[in-house]
């Protein structure tokens, strides 16, 4: 009997021996990246604070269909400094698994912290445009576009037309002229929010890099010191542009931020609004009924002036020390390879994609301006990630200086010189 008990119990720690043994060599659904039962989470730190809240419907939607994959959002943008924040969250040892970057300056700052993306199956589908600002040079690719975005002045077609603005003005001289009349016919011209560094200093700003002959020549030209902005025509042109706005402004723009000026243009309160297409989804959620259109950003009479600077706003990369790597790259390839990723791209984030299996559906007003600018080949680089680290935020910086009449515009010429010479 004894003998009979210590078999049936050898027995029993045989099948549970076989029985873990199993288990532990168990997955979970195919493209889940986890063992089953096992949940991880991703942290995802990212600057668009315009679709932070579709960004999160879209993680639902994805954790529902991967139940052992949650993913933190945080998101950082607007009036903040993201790439600061992004430095304080490595420093601190909370790196995150996702975020985003800019490219070219921006990647090599940080390439050492990227994962290789070159083998993933969105790779194929990826616009040419979209490759560059990420292509390392060793040639492999460190990051997936966002989208891809365009800006200028965005105008209010009703009240253009209210003011008897029959033509969109395409130069200098037509932008002055409908200001004129804006204002004559009791209307704000323009919305201006100088309060934030990223609006003048970067996206202002680039439009006189931007207007070069070769703007990726002029700038290898001023880092090597052949090529200089002071006395350079296109920066002495961007002072027409700069005193329009400011002359046809709405009332204190130096400490008007972004969430005001984008407000007051969809109020109604100013006809025309410097920003781009991503401004759509918090203009239409205050004025669904809005009709506008993008204006070019003309420092000249002359007919390379109508032309709206398009490009790749910022890129998702991974973190390559990620504990969950697999999982974070299923997350953007579901973006843009999944139904319900695809349909929250175009139609929930309102974005031109920057891919060709994605169709642009559900486009606004201001996407459909881009796409139109971009078909008709009007379209100038976005150059500002090609500038020195913490460039622009002191050109910003000087732009205040000028638009508060503390300094004149040699002045400023001057003072972009003398930020790019130290920051090279």
């Known amino acids: 009997m004894k003998k009979a008990w210590l078999m049936c119990l050898s027995f029993l720690l045989v099948l549970g021996i076989l029985a873990g043994c199993t288990s532990e060599g168990t997955t979970s659904e195919p493209g889940d990246g986890t063992t089953d039962g096992e949940v991880v989470t991703l942290n995802l730190f990212q600057f668009k604070v315009e679709i932070a809240d579709q960004l999160a419907e ?63 199956a969105w790779v194929e589908h990826v616009l040419p445009i979209g490759k560059v600002p990420m292509t390392g040079t060793d040639g492999k690719l ?62 202002l700003l680039n439009i006189p890099f931007a207007q070069q002959d070769d703007p990726v020549a002029f700038i290898e030209g001023l880092y090597a010191g052949t090529e200089s902005i002071v006395g350079n025509e296109h920066f002495e042109a961007f002072k027409e542009v700069l005193d329009t706005e400011l002359g046809f402004a709405n009332d204190n723009p130096i400490t008007t931020d972004y969430n005001t000026q984008v407000t007051l243009f969809a109020s109604g309160q100013a006809a025309m ?9 918090m203009i239409y959620e205050i004025n669904p009924d809005m009709s506008m259109g993008f204006l070019p950003i003309a420092m000249t009479n002359d007919a390379s002036a109508d032309r709206l600077p398009v ?24 973006m843009v390879s999944s139904e319900t990723g695809k349909r929250f791209v175009t139609e ?11 169709e642009p559906n559900g486009l606004g007003d201001l996407g459909l301006s881009i796409l139109d600018y971009s078909k008709e080949d009007k379209t100038i680089p976005w150059t500002w990630f090609r500038w020195p680290d913490g460039a622009n935020q002191e050109f910003a910086a000087a732009i205040q200086e000028y638009a508060a009449g503390k300094i004149d515009y040699p002045t400023l010429l001057e003072k972009f010189q003398q930020s790019w010479d130290k920051l090279k």
């Open 58 to 120: 879209m993680i639902k939607e994805f954790e529902a269909e991967h139940p052992n994959i949650k993913v933190k959002l945080e998101t950082v943008g607007g009036g903040a400094d993201y790439g600061a924040a992004l430095k304080a969250k490595f420093a601190s040892g909370e790196e995150p698994d996702i975020f985003n970057n800019g490219g070219f300056k921006e990647l090599e700052l940080w390439q050492e912290k990227l994962a290789d993306l070159s083998e993933e």
């Open 142 to 203: 460190y990051g997936m576009p966002v989208n891809l975005e365009g800006y200028g002045f965005a105008y209010n077609k009703d009240l253009f037309e209210q003011a008897g603005i029959t033509e969109a003005p395409k130069t200098v001289d037509d932008l002055k002229a409908a200001a004129q009349k804006l204002k004559d016919a009791g209307i704000t011209p323009f919305a201006a929010g100088y309060g934030e560094w990223w609006v003048i200093g970067q996206h």
């Open 273 to 281: 609004l410097q920003q781009g297409n991503w401004t759509e989804n």
């Open 311 to 334: 490009g790749v706003p910022n890129n998702w990369v991974v973190n390559k020390n990620s504990e969950n790597l697999e999982e974070a790259k299923l997350f953007l390839d579901w």
């Open 348 to 358: 929930e984030f309102k974005f031109i994609p920057a891919f060709d299996n994605i």
